[in-house]
């Protein structure tokens, strides 16, 4: 009898103890499995958190018209949609001169006109082939007209709305945004040119080793001058201090600056000319293609600026069409008085001597953009255009990762009422 009862007290403590083994294999089990779950759903959060990529959502356009005195070229640039502190990093990516005179002349000629007004329109088709198709609504249009309208305006002001208005009428039927069309001030146009300038120098951004923008350390600014056919126009940066009515203040990448400009109209080489004859019976733009002529592109002294002035201006007509070459008679004929003028602009006007002459570097382009007002406009344009955020391209798409969170999630809840259950029941 005490056999039997010893007997049966031990298979009961050996199955008591089987039990509480496997109880414990149990627990451990779904200890295990949940904090497996909790890793998982930690996995996931930080894979899609950190691992998740940028794409940019392509480039943005912009048109300026630059309807000059004596010629219209239209520019097409582009920038990333996403922008650098609110301005874009712009380059000039198609150009296109129309044939003729400036807008200023219309309505001189008949005949000049329809030449002009076709080859103004086969510019934009040029323009509009560059631009993607769904771009086309989003891209901006601005025409700025400068010293040739400004001129007109003052004594014609009837024609010289016509003019704009029927520029407006033509470049608000294309498929663009079309923004304005309007005469600039000679101090816009002078503010617009120091920008171009500087942009183009790498002033205000430059390109790190990891391909990001940023401002330049200890990156100073240089000034502008621009010769037109109508007008000439000086610009520079100046103190924080400095107040009065050619005082302007710019916002570029996350910078103010504080520009000094002047216009002076009718003192572009163009108008010079004509007050010459009259009385006889941009740098670049006008300065460049001066200094193109006397072969003292870019930094050259003063004295090699006069020496072959003085030689250019000593051949006959003869000598000096076969020096220089592929030129119209128009524009070779006025290249000695262009570099008398120039001289003395430089010269008297600006007082550069021979010591600071120097400092003068006479361009049209950099990097195959152009040195033009235009791109200075654009870009303090584009802190107006609002910026594009970058397309998020997560590295697991959105359903998925939400299905997974839940299946984990719910896994875990479920483990985790199981081992509590387990746990009461194990140790009451």
């Known amino acids: 009898m005490i056999n039997k009862e010893s007997q049966s007290s031990d298979h009961l403590t050996t199955a008591s103890r089987r039990g509480v083994r496997m109880a414990k294999v149990a627990i451990a089990l779904a200890a295990a499995f949940m904090l497996a779950s909790i890793a998982v ?14 794409v940019s959502r392509g480039l943005k356009y912009g048109i300026v018209l630059d309807a000059g005195s004596s010629r219209t070229t239209v520019y097409l640039y582009e920038w990333p949609a996403e922008k650098e502190n609110n301005t874009g990093v712009v380059s000039e990516t198609t150009k296109c001169q129309v044939e003729g005179p400036g807008i200023s002349d219309f309505g001189k000629n008949e005949d ?6 076709k080859s103004l329109k086969d510019c934009m088709a ?5 631009i993607p198709s769904h771009r086309h609504s989003s891209t901006p249009v601005f025409l700025g007209a400068t010293a040739g309208m400004r001129l007109l305006h003052m004594k014609d002001e009837e024609t010289s709305n016509s003019i704009l208005k029927d520029i407006k009428n033509y470049l608000s039927s294309l498929p663009f945004n079309f923004q304005n069309a309007s005469i600039i001030s000679g101090q816009e146009e002078g503010l ?4 171009t300038v500087n942009y183009l120098k790498g002033n205000f951004l430059e390109k790190t080793l990891w391909n990001a923008w940023v401002h330049p350390h200890g990156a100073k600014t240089v000034g502008s001058l621009d010769l037109g056919g109508a007008s000439t126009q000086i610009a520079f940066a100046t103190s924080d201090e400095a107040k009065g009515e050619d005082i302007i203040k710019v916002s570029l990448y996350g910078y103010e600056y504080n520009i000094y400009t002047h216009s002076f109209l009718c003192y572009g080489k163009n108008e010079a000319e004509k007050r010459v ?3 006889l019976a941009k740098a670049y733009a006008g300065f ?3 200094a193109w002529a006397l072969k003292v592109e870019g930094s ?3 004295d090699t600026f006069n020496m072959n002035m003085k030689t250019l201006c000593s051949k006959d007509w003869k000598t000096l069409k076969n020096s220089i070459n592929n030129i119209k008679d128009i524009h070779l004929k006025s290249y000695c008085y262009s570099a008398n003028y120039v001289h003395s602009i430089l010269a008297d006007g600006y007082k550069f001597n021979t010591d600071n002459w120097k400092n003068l570097n006479f361009q049209k382009e ?3 953009t152009s040195i033009a007002w235009s791109l200075g406009y654009m870009l303090a344009l584009s802190n107006m255009i609002p910026a594009e955020g970058k397309i998020i391209k997560l590295p697991i798409n959105n359903v998925l990762f939400t299905g997974l969170l839940l299946l984990f999630s719910a896994l875990t809840i479920i483990t985790l009422t199981y081992l509590v259950i387990a746990l009461v029941r194990f140790c009451y």
């Open 112 to 117: 000049q006109d329809k030449k002009t007004w």
């Open 126 to 130: 040029k323009i509009t082939e560059a």
């Open 277 to 279: 004859w009259a009385k």
């Open 366 to 368: 950099v990097n195959k």
């Open 192 to 195: 617009y040119g120091w920008i």
């Open 300 to 302: 050259k002294s003063m």
């Open 41 to 54: 759903i930690i996995s996931i959060a930080v894979v899609q958190t950190h691992k998740k990529t940028y």
């Open 288 to 290: 460049y293609w001066t």
